[in-house]
C-alpha cells in the first residue's frame, strides 16, 4: 500500500489570546481532517513536536483551530507558516475522485504546450492567498511560476507523466542575449561634476 503526504492546512496568524490560529485550507474535506482528535506532527523552530485539534470553527469563510497543546498567543504565532500534513492511503484517495491529484504527486512531471512543445518540469506548487502557482523549471534552468487555474493548466494526467500548459504568450520565451539586462558596471570611474 502506497501512502501520500498531504498539506491539509497551513497554519496562519494567531486568533485571540489562548492560542487559536486561522488556518487556509489546502484541502477540501475540512471536517473530516480537522476533527478533534487529528494529530499532526510538525517541526517548529528545528523541534519536533505534535499538534492535537480540539476543536475548529468557521466564522466568514476563514477557519480557525485550537490545538491541545498551544497554550496562548505566543506559542500560536511561533506556528505561522507551519503546514499541517497528513499521510493518506493513496489508492483509497483515488477511489474517492480519479481526477483529484496532490502537489506531491506533479513535482518532476514533464509540461508540455498544449501543441506538443516541452516547456519543462515542475519543480513544485506555491501557495498564494489568490492562488496556487505551479513552479516549472524550464530546459535552460530559468523557473518560471505558472498560475495553476484551468485556463492555464487545462489537464494534469498522472499516468502518463504529464501537465498539459496553455500559458499566455512570452511566459516561457527565453529572453534574447540583448534583452537579458545590462551588464553590471564595475570598472568604469565615477564622473565627477566642476
Known sequence: MSTLDVIVATIGRAHGLRGEVALTLRTDQPEDRLQPGAAFDVTVGGRERTLTVVRTRLQQDRWYAVFEEVADRTDAESLRGVDLVLEVDEDEEADEDPDAWY?????????????????GTVAGIEHYPAQDL???????????????????????????GVVTANPPGGLFDELPE?????????????????
Open 178 to 194: 540583448d534583452e537579458q539586462g545590462p551588464e553590471p558596471e564595475t570598472s568604469r570611474p565615477a564622473r565627477k561634476d566642476r
Open 103 to 119: 502537489p506531491s504527486q506533479l513535482k518532476g512531471l514533464a509540461v508540455r504546450h498544449v501543441d506538443g512543445r516541452e516547456l
Open 134 to 160: 505551479l513552479v516549472v523549471r524550464t530546459p535552460d534552468r530559468r523557473r518560471v511560476q505558472l498560475p495553476l487555474v484551468e485556463q492555464l493548466v487545462p489537464e494534469v494526467d498522472l499516468e502518463a
